[in-house]
């Protein structure tokens, strides 16, 4: 059985080793940048009773190194995943407009100030699991 899991491991890995080389071959900074960097992004802050706002702020951008690698003993395989994510923040206030009587007009939002490869914190960070 262990030598079933260790033929589909190595198995693993030569794909990933294959697709490695198709994806290092792309075009442009932006495909090929492994890293983690601050980087403008824009969204719509909006909240029930007031108009919404577009906003441009600095978010964490990027792709970190990640490996899995197959091991003999339970769980048969050793991982190491890393996401860019926010080291350093500062929190920012506006004001939405034309806001119904009532509602509070205030929106914080935070602005990355440093960004690293590190585990996913969902204080911080949306983290998604397959």
Known sequence: ??????????????????????????????????????????????????????ITTDACWGRCETWEKPILEPPYIEAHHRVCTYNETKQVTVKLPNCTPGVDPFYTYPVAVRCDCGICSTATTECETI
Request: glycine share 12%; net charge positive.
């Open 1 to 54: 059985m262990k030598l079933a899991y260790l033929f589909l491991g190595a198995m693993a890995l030569l794909l990933l080793c294959g697709c490695g080389s198709v994806l290092s071959t792309s075009s442009g900074d932006l495909r090929t940048f492994v890293g983690c960097a601050v980087r403008e992004f824009t969204f719509l802050a909006k909240k029930p009773g007031c108009r919404g706002l577009r």
